[in-house]
Structure formats: structure tokens, C-alpha cells
């Protein structure tokens, strides 16, 4: 039990974290919204790489390896490490430096103003909570899928499940169910973010950041010393006839489709609570750290998860019944960090990572619904600082709860990088909409209409063709490719093309807001 006593007392060190930080609120909309715009570089390097660091990077990116080979941290973390930091640098400090000089908060509010229409964030509001959701999703079943297999055995009477076919003891029999853990971290993330806003994310987000790659770094050492050092895993691996095309470079993923995975990581451009982090900074320095560290703190956080992922194929073999790719890097944690205290403090480092996004995504939606719903509807003045606080809280609670429910009907179904995977790419899809903003005079309100309604088609055309449809006998595994390219390949040119046309056969922008926004 020693291991189910660390990861509970981990979760009580982040309530206390939500008590702390709610003594630092000052009770303001805008402390509660963006912290004052008063985080500096160090915080602002942890908040933002905590924030891209979910579930879908450890428990995600190590089931994938499982299933795909080495080649998925090329699809991945190698163009996130490099496209992150250029968006961090092209987009990010801009829109900071936007968003302080006209008291922005939300990206619908931007665009608002960058595009002169009211409609225009009623429009983006849906479709980012939307694209949203399947993020939070990521986390939640993540987390109830980590949490099963870590403590497994642990209560055979109160969660038994039944004998494998062949006789042997189900590995998951005694674990905390899904329903269970997830329903628990959505409390606790709920709790910390309802009492101390973006400053109580900010602050987690540090602690959970140094806390799951410290933790990150002591599972791969135990786990690779406990399988004979990295070139007797590596070895097993070889040696195993399921594992063996796992070390395959080619075969398992394409090139064009290898390729085409450079695009996933330009969603960072769009992300709403992205947009809000960047909203917090002290200055355009605060950048700094985070453009230089975050390629290498993704190296530092996959490259373990992917090998774990290769590992776990030689050790584990294929998956039994009521087994998923998801629940790898719990089996091999409880199976190989022999140490009650040390699994207790890798789980507690999963964990982790996966509620350092949850916590800023949950915010990220009160924030915009307050702002960019009941604020435009009724107007400013018409609350104060209290209520709006109040109003965002509550919507928190309702998306929480949502997300939940989701969770447990797609728990069984959802691949977790998968699911990912089509959040990214609605983003990603996006990109071309932020850009443009940014750096093109010329680009108009018809044409953001076009690239929106055009990517919000697309994406449910193909998300619903990929994830929901029933598929063959066979191809439920089966990653979608278009043309052996990924879905965002056509997603963004279809944005880019829409984006293009509509603006250049619509009016130009007034002078007005050319002076604005490019003075």
C-alpha cells in the first residue's frame, strides 16, 4: 500500500497547493483570469511546457511505441521540439505583446477586434470548446488507465475482475477502476483551479512539471536497470519475435506520413489556454527561457516514454483481453520499479503531467465563457469583478462534469495518442487563421469565416469517419491516412486555401485596424 499512500499524499500536497495559492488571490478578474500579467520566465517556461505535456506525451507516446515502433518519437516529440519554440517565438510574443497594450484575455477577443465582428467569436467559441474537449478527454482516460494498472492487486476485493481465458490472474484484477481514478483527478484539478484560477494552474504547473520529469528520469533508470541495462533491453527487443519489428525504421509508419506529422505541433498556435498562458508574462523577455528549454525538456520527457514503450513490447508481449496500448507504462512501472516508494513517486509523476494540462485547459473555457459569452452578451459593466469570477467557476464545474461523462463512454474505445492526435490536428488546422492575423494586412473577415467553417467541416467529416464509425474486423487499430499522408495535410490546406480566396475576393480591411494592429 505504500505506493497508493505516496500517489494520495501527492494529490493532498496539490490541495494544499490550492489553498496556498488562493491566500496570493487578490480577487480580481484579471488576477483570477491571467494572474496580473505578472509571471516570469521561470514560471513561464514550466506553466507552458507543463501545459503541451499531457497525457498524450507519456502515457500516449509510450502505448504508441508499443504499437508503432521507435519512429513515433520522430513523429512527434523531434518536429514539437522544434515547431513549438518557432510558434513560441513568431506568434506567442506578438500576441503579447497585442493582448497588453489592448487588455486581451481570450483569443475570441482578438480576433474580434483583428476582424471587427461581434459574430466572429460566437462562431470561434463553440468550435474551440469543441476542439477542446477531445484534449481534457486525453487527460481523463489517461489518467484512469495509469492509475489501474499502478495499483494493481492492491484492493482484489473491492475491484476484482475475472480469470484471463487461460486460467492466470487478470494483471488489472485489484486495481483502482477508471471510473474511479479519473473521477478523482478531475476533483482535485477541479479544486485547486476553482479556489486559486490561472495563479493556482501557474503554480501547479511548476511544481507537477519538475516533479514528472524528475520522477520521469528515476522510472527509466530503474526500468532499464531492472531489464539488464539499455543494451540488454534493447537486446530483448531483438530477440523477441512480437517485439522485433518494433526496432524497424521503415514499414510501420510512412514517409509521407512521417512527413506530414510536422504540421500536428503548429496547433500550439491556437491553443486557447496556450493563448492565456502567454497572456501572463511580465514581458517579451520572459519568452526567452521558454523559446531555448522547451526543445530540450521534450527530449528529456519522450525519448524515456518511447523507449519504456519499444521495452514493454519485449517484456510484456501482446496485449490480453481488456488490455489496452494505454495502460503500458503502468504495467511496466508496477511490474519493474520493484521499490513501493519509488513507484509510488513515478505514479504521483505521471499523474503529474497528465493534470499540468487539465488544470489550464478547465480554466481556459471558464475564462472564455465568461469573456466571450455572458460578458459580450451582457456587457461589461454589467457584473463585478465577484460575479465574473463566479460565473467562470461554475462553467469550470459544468465542462468538468461533461468531460467526465465523456470519458467513461469512450474509456474502452479511445486510443489515447489517437484521440490526441485529431485534437492536435484541429488546432493545427487553425494555424493558418493566427498567422494570417499576425502578419498579413490584407487578410479579411470573409476569408476568417471561410478558413473557420471549412476546417470545423472537415475535421468532424474525418474525426467522426476515424474515431466514431464503426470500423471492419481488423481495422479498428488503423491510423487514418489520406493519400498514406495525415488528416491535418488536408485540413490545413483546405484552411489556407479557404483563408486565401476569401480574403482576396472580399474588401480590405478598414485603415483603422491595419493602425491598430500594425502600427
Not at 519554440?85 to 487588455?103: H, T
Not at 488507465?145 to 473491492?158: D, H, R, S, V, Y
Request: hydrophobic fraction near 55%; charged fraction near 10%; aromatic fraction near 14%.
Amino acid at each position: 500500500m505504500t505506493t497508493f499512500y505516496i500517489i494520495v499524499g501527492y494529490l493532498a500536497l496539490l490541495l494544499g497547493l490550492g489553498v496556498i495559492s488562493n491566500r496570493f488571490f487578490k480577487g480580481t478578474s484579471a488576477d483570477f483570469f491571467v494572474v496580473s500579467r505578472s509571471v516570469g520566465s521561470f514560471l513561464l517556461l514550466m506553466s507552458i511546457f507543463g501545459t503541451t505535456m499531457t497525457g498524450f506525451a507519456l502515457v500516449g507516446s509510450t502505448g504508441k511505441a508499443f504499437s508503432s515502433g521507435i519512429g513515433v518519437y520522430g513523429l512527434m516529440a523531434s518536429w514539437s521540439g522544434l515547431i513549438h519554440s518557432a510558434v513560441f517565438f513568431a506568434v506567442g510574443i506578438k500576441l503579447w505583446a497585442v493582448g497588453k497594450r489592448y487588455g486581451y484575455v481570450t483569443q475570441c477577443e482578438y480576433f474580434r477586434d483583428r476582424f471587427e465582428s461581434e459574430r466572429l467569436g460566437y462562431l470561434l467559441f463553440p468550435i474551440l470548446v469543441l476542439l477542446v474537449i477531445p484534449y481534457l478527454l486525453v487527460g481523463v482516460i489517461a489518467a484512469g488507465k495509469f492509475i489501474q494498472p499502478t495499483t494493481a492487486g492492491l484492493f482484489m476485493e473491492a475491484f476484482p475482475m475475472p480469470n484471463l481465458p487461460n486460467g492466470n490472474p487478470h494483471p488489472l484484477s485489484g486495481g483502482v477502476p477508471p471510473w474511479l481514478g479519473s473521477g478523482v483527478i478531475c476533483l482535485i484539478v477541479l479544486f485547486y483551479v476553482f479556489f486559486g484560477g490561472l495563479r493556482g494552474a501557474v503554480w501547479a504547473n511548476t511544481f507537477q512539471t519538475i516533479v514528472f520529469m524528475i520522477t520521469g528520469v528515476i522510472a527509466f533508470y530503474m526500468i532499464s536497470k531492472n531489464l539488464g541495462g539499455l543494451k540488454s533491453a534493447s537486446e530483448l527487443v531483438a530477440a523477441s519475435d512480437f517485439a522485433a519489428d518494433r526496432l524497424a525504421r521503415e514499414g510501420l509508419i510512412g514517409k509521407m506520413q512521417f512527413l506530414s506529422y510536422l504540421f500536428i505541433p503548429l496547433s500550439v498556435g491556437m491553443f486557447p489556454h496556450l493563448f492565456q498562458h502567454w497572456l501572463t508574462a511580465k514581458s517579451a523577455k520572459s519568452f526567452k527561457l521558454t523559446v531555448v528549454a522547451h526543445p530540450v525538456f521534450i527530449m528529456i520527457v519522450w525519448l524515456p516514454c518511447i523507449l519504456i514503450g519499444i521495452w514493454a513490447a519485449a517484456y510484456l508481449g501482446p496485449l490480453g483481453p481488456g488490455q489496452s496500448a494505454n495502460s503500458v507504462l503502468g504495467r511496466m512501472i508496477s511490474q519493474l520499479v520493484h521499490s513501493p516508494v519509488l513507484s509510488g513517486l513515478v505514479g504521483a509523476g505521471v499523474l503529474a503531467a497528465i493534470m499540468s494540462s487539465l488544470d489550464s485547459q478547465f480554466m481556459c473555457l471558464g475564462t472564455m465563457f465568461t469573456r466571450d459569452v455572458v460578458i459580450r452578451k451582457f456587457g461589461e459593466d454589467r457584473f463585478t469583478d465577484n460575479q465574473k469570477i463566479w460565473i467562470a467557476r461554475g462553467f469550470i464545474l459544468a465542462i468538468v462534469f461533461v468531460t467526465y461523462l465523456l470519458s467513461l463512454a469512450l474509456a474502452n474505445s479511445a486510443h489515447v495518442f489517437d484521440l490526441g492526435v485529431w485534437c492536435f490536428s484541429g488546432f493545427a488546422a487553425l494555424f493558418p487563421l493566427i498567422f494570417a492575423a499576425v502578419y498579413w494586412k490584407r487578410v479579411t473577415l470573409a476569408g476568417a469565416y471561410s478558413c473557420i467553417i471549412s476546417t470545423a467541416i472537415v475535421w468532424c467529416i474525418l474525426f467522426y469517419n476515424d474515431i466514431l464509425a464503426v470500423k471492419p474486423p481488423g481495422m479498428e487499430e488503423e491510423e487514418m491516412l489520406i493519400g498514406g499522408m495525415m488528416p491535418v495535410t488536408i485540413m490545413i490546406a483546405v484552411s489556407a486555401v479557404s483563408l486565401i480566396i476569401g480574403s482576396l475576393l472580399s474588401k480590405k480591411p478598414s485603415e483603422a485596424v491595419i493602425r491598430k494592429f500594425f502600427p
